[in-house]
C-alpha cells in the first residue's frame, strides 16, 4: 500500500516566519501535487511536479520534488494570516491519487 | 462556467437509513472523482467514473457504497444502512482528463452525521 506522511500534522506561527513541511513515502510516485483546503470548502490545488528535482516557485511558496521522486517539500516565506489553512500533498499512482492526511498551518497577526 | 457543485451541503440522518448525495461536475469534465474526508484526516479515494468507461471502485469500503454517474453528468452516490462509522465530508472532484497529473476541482463537500 503506498502512504504519503506528512509533517509537522500541525503548525502554529506567528506572521513574517518562514515554514517548510514535509511529504514523505517510501514509494516512488509519477508525480506529487500540493493541494490547500481552507474550512468548509474543497481543496484547491496549487501546484503539480513531476520530474525528480524539481523546483516551483509560486510568489512566497516554494516546492520541491525529491531526486528519487519519493518525497517532497513546501516551503513559506515571510507568512501570512491568508496562509492559514490544510496542506494536502498528494501522489499520483496508477491513473489515482493518494493523499496525505495534511498539515493544518495557522498563522497568527 | 461554474465549478463543481454538491448537494445537499450538510446531511443529518439516522443510524439505518439510507442517503444520497449529488455532485454535478464542471461541465466537459469527463472524469468525476468521490471521496472521504473524516475529520482531521486527509482524502481517502472512494471510486472514480472516467468517460463511458467502466468506474474504478477499488476505493468503496463497503457493499452499503455504491455511485453512478449518467455519461459525463451529474453523478449520486448512495450509502445504505448508514453507520455511525459513515460520518464525514464526502468529496466530489471532477477533471478534464484521469491521471495523477490532471487537476482536480473539488466541489465543498457534503457534510454527512449519522446519529
Known amino acids: 500500500t503506498q502512504l504519503l506522511e506528512q509533517s509537522p500534522q500541525f503548525l502554529s506561527i506567528q506572521e513574517g516566519e518562514n515554514l517548510t513541511v514535509y511529504c514523505n513515502s517510501s514509494s516512488v510516485f509519477s508525480s506529487l501535487q500540493w493541494y490547500r483546503q481552507e474550512p468548509g470548502e474543497g481543496p484547491v490545488l496549487l501546484v503539480t511536479?513531476?520530474?525528480?528535482?524539481e523546483v516551483k516557485k509560486l510568489k512566497r511558496l516554494t516546492f520541491q520534488f525529491g531526486d528519487a521522486r519519493k518525497d517532497s517539500s513546501l516551503h513559506i516565506t515571510a507568512a501570512q494570516p491568508g496562509d492559514t489553512g490544510l496542506y494536502l500533498c498528494a501522489g499520483g499512482s496508477q491513473g489515482n491519487l493518494i493523499f496525505g492526511k495534511g498539515t493544518k498551518l495557522s498563522v497568527k497577526p | 462556467g461554474a465549478g463543481v457543485s454538491q448537494s445537499p451541503s450538510n446531511k443529518v440522518t439516522e443510524k439505518g437509513k439510507d442517503v444520497e448525495l449529488r455532485c454535478d461536475p464542471i461541465s466537459g469534465h469527463t472524469a468525476l472523482y468521490w471521496y472521504r474526508q473524516r475529520l482531521g484526516q486527509g482524502l481517502e479515494f472512494l471510486i472514480y467514473f472516467q468517460g463511458n468507461s467502466a468506474p474504478d471502485k477499488s476505493g468503496l469500503p463497503s457493499d452499503r457504497f455504491s455511485a453512478e454517474r449518467t455519461g459525463e453528468s451529474v453523478s449520486t452516490l448512495t450509502i445504505q444502512r448508514t453507520q455511525q462509522e459513515d460520518s464525514a465530508v464526502y468529496l466530489c472532484?471532477?477533471?478534464?482528463?484521469?491521471?495523477?497529473?490532471?487537476?482536480?476541482?473539488f466541489g465543498p463537500g457534503t457534510r454527512l452525521t449519522v446519529t
Open positions: 472532484a471532477s477533471s478534464t482528463r484521469t491521471g495523477p497529473s490532471y487537476e482536480q476541482y
Open positions: 511536479v513531476v520530474t525528480g528535482g
